[in-house]
């Protein structure tokens, strides 16, 4: 399968630790996108990483790339408890047309 | 808000109902989406239309019967369900089906109970 496969499956953080998610997957892709997704609501895109960039930032995330390893992370800084949700790693192949979701890692912020 | 409305936000039904979920897009895309979500599984994609026209269709069952009368609604109509067909069912849409570096605006989605 080429779809990304995140790890942890769920963390748990006080408020203001930084929280790490990690994201693998098995083919050669154009992209690779994170988006968060609240308790019984849809998903929000958060960041696209080309193939070619190794780190992207946006507000307090920070995203890197190593298509050598097929892996990605995301870090998310001094965290809050609205960022309580589940984070998805998705990845656009360079072979197929779609994007296709991994399981998600669920972060828990407590306050 | 997203910009992707999707009705009803909850639904329950029996196995012999036939029931509809809508979907409507004010973005201006051309592509739309349906994703079915089940508990601890991650996103399947069931359908993919592009200006309209069924561009993917990933072995679904004809239970499941999608619609797409122009680019801004996108309909599943539901008939015979069975329990294991319970999920939150997703829409999403994109400016473009098949494109690299497009990105996804999802719904809030309608979670579905079949008894």
């Known amino acids: 399968s080429q779809q990304g496969e995140e790890d942890p499956q769920a963390l748990s953080i006080q408020e203001g630790e930084n929280a790490t998610m990690n994201c693998s997957y098995k083919?050669?892709?154009?992209?690779l996108q994170w988006y968060r997704q609240n308790s019984g609501r849809g998903l929000v895109h958060l960041i696209l990483?080309?193939?070619?960039?190794r780190e992207k930032h946006s507000g307090r995330l920070r995203v890197t790339l190593d298509t050598s390893k097929k892996s990605s992370s995301l870090l998310i800084t001094a965290s809050r408890a609205a960022d309580t949700a589940s984070y998805f790693c998705?990845?656009?192949?360079?072979?197929?047309?779609?994007?296709?979701f991994g399981a998600g890692t669920i972060l828990r912020v407590k306050s | 808000e997203t910009g992707v409305t999707q009705t009803p936000r909850h639904l329950v039904m029996g196995m012999t109902n036939k029931k509809s979920l809508k979907c409507e897009q004010h973005?201006?895309?051309?592509?739309m989406y349906w994703y079915k979500q089940s508990a601890k599984k991650p996103l399947e994609l069931m359908f993919v239309y592009s200006l309209e026209e069924r561009v993917e269709n990933n072995s679904v069952p004809s239970r499941f019967s999608p619609e797409c009368p122009n680019s801004s609604h996108l309909f599943l109509h539901l008939h015979t369900l069975q329990p294991e067909d319970s999920a939150l069912y997703l829409c999403?849409?994109?400016?473009?089906?098949?494109?690299?570096?497009?990105?996804?605006?999802f719904g809030s989605g309608t979670q579905l109970s079949v008894l």
């Open positions: 998705a990845v656009f192949s360079e072979y197929g047309n779609k994007l296709v």
């Open positions: 083919t050669s892709i154009n992209n």
């Open positions: 990483i080309r193939s070619n960039e």
């Open positions: 973005l201006g895309h051309n592509a």
């Open positions: 999403a849409s994109s400016r473009l089906s098949g494109a690299t570096n497009e990105k996804l605006f």
